[in-house]
């Protein structure tokens, strides 16, 4: 029997067929194993030339549209597919983020330079921030350098800080900043920058901000590396025990698994071996990571299907949707409190497409999970090896103490699912996603018509299935169902627990911050 938490059900739409489909058996615990925040879902852009190409294809992705300092922050389809997944932490980064200039304060651009964040871009993103109901995570340059190039230089950073909380009334839409991009792969060339150097930089970096006197102080998050692949653990390992944990208000790290190169990755996806893959690494990283920095907030604050920009015709395809859903639930439910997915816009692993500014598949499953799913985690476990399910407390309308499950069928042929440990419970609402072909960039709910927006960034209403009785769950689909039923009581004392040592764990990290401040006197 396979154990999983997760975030959301997967549902059918449709009756059961003539044939009999496999019976499975859905066990929901009442221990609350997680809280997520309410951004778990949230998304990422990154700063691309447009003649960057992909490895995929070697043709161009990142271009029209898809670059931050590209991106129309103005159009109606952009604004709406941020609105529709608020609240979120909008990542801003990437490797090319550490040659950017800000041209704030003394600070002026080159002529003709590309990466240069002016005014104009940089206040078009923040309002379409505040239009959305987004803030945005903004990856700070490290390569700006003091005149003997040891050191980092806070100077620029500084520039763009204060004006951005003079522009915005000292409350922008900004959750916060990181320092630096994967800095750990460095480690073995030319241009290495060891853990101490960063943990130095970072705590300059917090020093500037205090000195600002801001009301309302932004996070500070790191050290934005990998946790698999090319990435150095060695070095990861020693800028958080090294002081680096200390400094951060939120641990983040990357991870894609594959590269898109691999022509067989379409084979491979909808398997038992890739998704349990999924569900280990989320569990080993919540492992490291937490001994590593106790504590401290955990999120994956960039990943996708595969790295080097995605896939074309896979990871802006249907299967990909199926991934997604995993990948999010396996999170939530190992320790994880955001997912930042790679990209909202811009490469083939996009949720939006960057030419016509149209969703792709994972976009409205997106845009389900942020409406049901809630903050609260439950475990969960299946009798089905092909059936993934993942189980949170409902948000939204629905009633005070209910759940909603997400259930994936990698296979191509329906499950009869019964639901154990949910209480009494006369119906469900069901909303099923599926496609006529895993790499199709067409989705339909509960078996309508085409999921499509409108030219003004409206979309239908997404309404639910009404129905009662075991779940008919179609092969290949992604679904979600919320139950109205209540907690129980030995959940709900569970849930009390739960805050009261998150709360702790604020507090004792307050009092260590402080305790190199009360020995100076």
Known sequence: MRSLSCVVVCCLWGSASATVAAHSTVTVGSKIINTVEPEFLSFTCDIHVPSQKCAWDQKLCWAPNASFLLADTTHPRLVNAAKHLSPAILRVGGSPGDRMTYEFGNTKCKKGEFYCLRKQKWDGWQELAQKAGIRIMYGLSF??????????????????????????????????????????????????????DVVTAFSELRSTIKSLSLDHRPKLAGPACGNGGPHNPGWIAEFLSKGGAELLDVVTYHYYGVKSTDKNLPAEVVTTKYMDAEVSHAQKSREEFNSLAPGVPL??????????????????????????????????????SVYN?????????????????RPHPDWWAAVLHKRLMGTKVLSASTSDSGVYTFVHCSKGDAPSGAVTAALVNIGDSE????????????????YCLTSDKLNSNSVQLNG?????MADDGSIPELLPRRSSGDL??????ACFVTFETRLMPHAALDLLRHRLLRQLHRLLRRLLRRIPALKAR
């Open 415 to 430: 499950r009869s699912i019964s639901f154990s440990g949910i209480g009494s419970s006369s119906s469900q609402d069901e």
């Open 143 to 196: 390569l700006s350098r003091k005149e003997n190039g040891k050191k980092w230089d806070s100077t620029n950073a500084k520039e763009l800080i204060e004006y951005t909380y003079s522009k915005f009334g000292g409350k922008p839409p900004m959750f916060g900043f990181e320092l630096g991009n994967e800095l750990s792969t460095r480690s073995n060339t030319g241009n290495s920058y060891s853990p101490e």
């Open 341 to 357: 997915r790679q990209t909202l816009i811009g490469g083939y692993y996009s949720m939006f497409d960057h030419h016509t500014l």
């Open 472 to 477: 008919v769950l179609p092969g290949h689909s």
């Open 299 to 336: 999120w994956l604050g960039e990943g996708a299907l595969s790295a080097l920009s995605g896939q074309d015709g896979l990871t802006d395809r249907f299967e990909d949707t199926l991934w997604y859903i995993v990948r999010l639930g396996a999170l939530a439910a190992n320790g994880h």
């Open 448 to 452: 309508g018509a085409n999921l499509e």
